[in-house]
Structures are given as C-alpha cells and as structure tokens.
C-alpha cells in the first residue's frame, strides 16, 4: 500500500479504522467492520495518488526515511513532561497515560522523528495481553493491590518500540589447547596417556536481524527477556498498522546500539567456533581474535503491551511480546500483608501446638 496515507476511516461510516491483531486487518471501532489491505488500498486509492510525491526507499541500510506531508498532518507526537518519551500515533489516538512512567499529564509536542523500513504488526489484542498479565500476577498473594486491580490492568497500551536489527558477518580467529587422555593395563599395570594438541580455527559467521532496541526509555534487559520476536513476519512499514497505537520514537542511534549488537554477534562467534572444536579430553582457549567484516542496520518497529505502575514511589513496567505473549516485569511485596501473613502464620502455629500438647498432655490441667 502506498504509505502516503496514514488517516483510516471507515468506508461505511466514516469511523476510524484500528489495526486488529486477531484478524490482521483493519477494524472499524462503531459497525465492527472489517477491511483488508487490499480493499482500503482500492477504497483510497484515488486519495492516494493525488497525494502521492514519490516512493520511499525500503532498502535494507542504515538511514530511515522521512515522513511524506499527507502522513505527517495525520500523525501526531506526545511529550512525557516525566520521563522525556516521545510517543507518536495516529490522530485517532487519544494520549492520557505514558506507558513508560505511568505519568498522567501526556502533552501534543513537535512531530520530529524519522520513518521505520519496517514494522513486525501486533498479534496479540488487548483482551489477551490482559490475560497474559493476570496469569503473571495469580499466585502471589504478597502483591499490593494496586497490581491486581483489573481497572488498572486494562490500561495496559500496546506500543511499537524502536529496535535497530543489524546484519552482520564475523570473522573468526581462533587457537586452543587439547587433551586427549587413553588409559590401558600392561601386566598389572594402568598406564595413562596423555596427548597434548594445538587447534586452530578459522571461519566466518554471518547473522541477521540481530535486535537491539533504540528506546532509551525501554530497559535493555526486558527487551531480552521478552525474545525472540519471529522476524519472518515482518512487513515494509505501513502506517495502517500504527492504527490505534502508539509508537516511541528512538534516541539511540545507529552506532551507538551497534555496540550492543556487536557484543552478541562476538558472543555467538565464539560459541560458535568453539562447539566445533570435539573429540578431547579437554579443551581450553588460547587466543580468541573477532571483528565484523561487514554488516548493515534497519529500522524497524516491533511490537509491545506496556504496562506501568507506580507503588512507594517506584516505577515498574510490565512488557509482553506483542507476538509470542511472553512478559517480563518486576514484582514489590507489600509489608503490610506480609506482615499480616506472618502474624497470621505464628497464630495458627501458637494453636496447632496448643492443640497438640494438651492431647499429648491428657489435657489442661
């Protein structure tokens, strides 16, 4: 679909168009109706084309692109006062809450932020990212309250964070030391031998699509927690997905996320080459030599149900894979109920005992 048009209404009765996961089409939010890529395109199409001023360029690489004018005026940005997010959505998004510090007070900001090349759309709906977070909770009966309320569970937002997925070739060099130890009986005698080896290894590693999100807002280890994301389902960007969402704008470059995945394409080297090496004893490295030979880097937005809540002053985010489903988040115990248990636990321990010394007694005297 042409991406110069971005504000989805629906052909029946002008309402506006959300991005369903279940169905993986378009959805109007007053007749329940249903419209496929195909049909919005052919239904807009001549909207499309008076608007249209060029194509975008997709390819895999390391620049993103630029907003058209017809998708800007239909797109908005938020400022979080609190934590500094810059959300963007479509204009059909009403903004309250900052799915990162749960701040309130979300205010219209400048709309400065670049283009994905790619989008991997929602597969889970909110009714089923609620229930994945319910199950989280079941079981704990330490957590406040404030957790539990389905009222504030409901507020959980799906938003596509900003990840740069890099391509990468890796170029090893590696030495290691072998053991091979054989023992064998000579008359009454075990005799152990033992074989000293030099092993060299050298090859290329190629990857692709190794993630590392752009958000300096998303901490890095529940992006980790919640892989992996199935890149095979990714699309070229369409703004008809963002319908109904929210999208962070990445502040993390290129470069300096490429840090991070270069750490993990160097660890999966080494691993690697390493699990090649077989057949001994034991095996220890002697020298490790890694770089990347060549590698590139897109854009891309992946998808996430955030969740964010405030207790004693803390902040704490829940994530679940806006594909798989599966969630990340830290959990705080509430003294007052542990407390309570604890005090609960002691009475009825003081009358278990109570009870058993007066039958092992005869009774009270």
């Not at 109570?354 to 005297?365: D, E, M, P």
Request: include cysteine.
């Amino acid at each position: 679909m042409a991406e110069q048009l971005s504000n989805y209404k629906c052909p029946n009765c002008g309402g506006p168009l959300r991005f369903d996961p279940k169905e993986q089409k378009l959805k109007c939010e007053y007749c329940d109706s249903l419209f496929t890529q195909e049909e919005v395109e052919q239904f807009y199409r001549p909207s499309e084309l008076a608007a249209a001023s060029g194509g975008t360029d997709t390819q895999w690489a390391t620049d993103t692109g630029d907003w058209s004018e017809e998708e800007a005026a239909h797109m908005r940005a938020y400022s979080c006062p609190s934590c500094g997010a810059q959300l963007i959505a479509d204009e059909n998004t009403a903004v309250t809450i900052c799915p990162y510090c749960n701040n309130p007070t979300v205010v219209a900001g400048q709309f400065v932020t670049k283009k994905p090349q790619y989008l991997l759309p929602f597969q889970l709906d909110k009714d089923k990212a609620v229930e994945i977070l319910t199950q989280f909770y079941k079981g704990k009966p330490l957590l406040p309250r404030a957790f539990t309320s389905q009222n504030h569970i409901r507020e959980i937002k799906g938003v596509y964070v900003p990840f740069w997925l890099y391509n990468g070739v890796m170029e090893a060099d590696m030495t290691f030391t072998g053991e091979r130890v054989q023992q064998f009986s000579h008359g009454d005698d075990i005799i152990t031998e033992t074989s000293h080896y030099n092993i060299v290894r050298r090859g290329t590693v190629s990857f692709s699509g190794v993630p590392a999100d752009a958000s300096s807002k998303m901490p890095d280890q529940y992006m980790d927690a919640i892989e992996p994301f199935d890149y095979t389902k990714l699309v070229d960007f369409d703004t008809m997905y963002m319908a109904g969402y929210l999208a962070d704008s990445y502040d993390v470059d290129e470069e300096e996320d490429r840090k991070r995945a270069d750490m993990r394409m160097t660890n999966s080297t080494v691993s690697s080459i390493s699990n090649t090496v077989h057949g001994f004893t034991s095996v220890a490295p002697t020298s490790v030599n890694i770089r990347r030979i060549d590698g590139a880097a897109a854009y891309a937005f992946l998808p996430v149900w955030l969740l964010c809540t405030t207790w004693n002053g803390n902040n704490y985010l829940f994530a679940v894979n806006g594909q798989s489903g599966k969630i990340a988040g830290d959990l705080p115990s509430d003294k007052t109920l542990m407390i309570s248990w604890f005090l609960g636990i002691a009475f009825g321990l003081f009358i278990l005992g109570a009870v058993i010394s007066y039958f092992a007694g005869g009774g009270f005297l």
